[in-house]
């Protein structure tokens, strides 16, 4: 759960700096309700390309700072977003409720194993915002499974609950988002993370190219740029394509 994580992290700084977002509501608004978020997406049968093998040409194929907006740098890989140098151990007290839940927004081989090389970048912005991108190779229909099964965990997970390392309620909520011209096959969602009246935004695209999953996550308060995590996953596509050996 280290993307899920890192945005509660972003999420708890802002509650602690009291920070005025556009849109938060109250803490104490009642949990949302149940989303539709519509057909399951259904990659092709037959992959367009064999699986990237190779993690290193899998990482050489994911965005860099150059591709991104002015302002975002890349994170380092050792990096842990919810501490700092020197912080002193304390008890973790998250959770999150119902407990399958706790893989949204999570990479792709993570949340389903069995991949043949993955690779992920993690970029951090001006204003709590942040860039997450991964990807997942596959052999056979590894890559189509895969697809599917982070859309069955998004579906199950349209209104869950929990707690950051403090024991600060959470409250998360995924909704539907046009379905995005990326790939072989695409889908993308929202996810909404509200701790104490205060709200960040994760735009979430999916997306099949060849036998490899790709997924971009742009994260930040409400009003940031809607279709930034489609253009990264637009760029990482057409690269990962470029990187794909023949089926």
């Known amino acids: 759960m280290g993307r899920l994580t890192r945005v509660?992290?972003?999420?708890?700084?802002?509650?602690a700096l009291g920070?005025?977002?556009?849109?938060?509501?109250?803490?104490?608004?009642?949990?949302?309700?149940?989303?539709?978020?519509?057909?399951?997406?259904?990659?092709?049968a037959t992959a367009s390309a064999g699986p990237?093998?190779?993690?290193?040409?899998?990482?050489?194929?994911?965005?860099?700072?150059?591709?991104?907006?002015?302002?975002?740098?890349?994170?380092?890989a050792t990096a842990d977003p919810t501490t700092q140098p020197g912080d002193d151990p304390a008890p973790d007290r998250s959770t999150t409720n119902p407990t399958r839940c706790a893989n949204v927004?999570?990479?792709?081989?993570?949340?389903?194993?069995?991949?043949?090389?993955?690779?992920?970048?993690?970029?951090?912005?001006p204003g709590f915002s942040?860039?997450?991108?991964?990807?997942?190779?596959?052999?056979g229909t590894g890559a189509a499974d895969a697809f599917a099964a982070v859309q069955d965990t998004l579906r199950e997970c349209t209104t869950f609950t929990g707690t950051d390392a403090d024991g600060t309620a959470v409250q998360y909520r995924i909704a539907p988002l046009p379905q995005p011209a990326v790939g072989d096959a695409a889908t993308a969602v929202r996810l909404t993370t509200t701790s104490e009246g205060?709200?960040?935004?994760?735009?979430?695209?999916?997306?099949?190219?060849?036998s490899t999953v790709v997924q971009a996550i742009a994260t930040g308060p409400d009003g940031m740029d809607s279709d930034l995590a489609t253009r990264v996953a637009h760029t990482t596509a057409e690269r990962v394509h470029a990187a794909s050996p023949p089926h």
């Open 8 to 15: 509660v992290a972003a999420t708890t700084a802002l509650v």
């Open 198 to 210: 205060f709200t960040l935004v994760s735009d979430v695209v999916l997306t099949v190219v060849g």
């Open 105 to 125: 927004a999570d990479t792709v081989a993570r949340q389903v194993a069995g991949s043949v090389a993955s690779a992920e970048e993690n970029f951090t912005g």
């Open 19 to 44: 920070a005025p977002l556009a849109g938060c509501g109250s803490s104490d608004e009642p949990t949302a309700t149940h989303t539709d978020l519509g057909p399951e997406v259904t990659a092709p």
């Open 130 to 139: 942040s860039i997450d991108v991964d990807a997942a190779s596959y052999t």
């Open 52 to 76: 990237v093998s190779d993690a290193d040409a899998l990482r050489a194929a994911l965005p860099t700072a150059a591709d991104l907006p002015t302002g975002f740098a890349r994170l380092p």
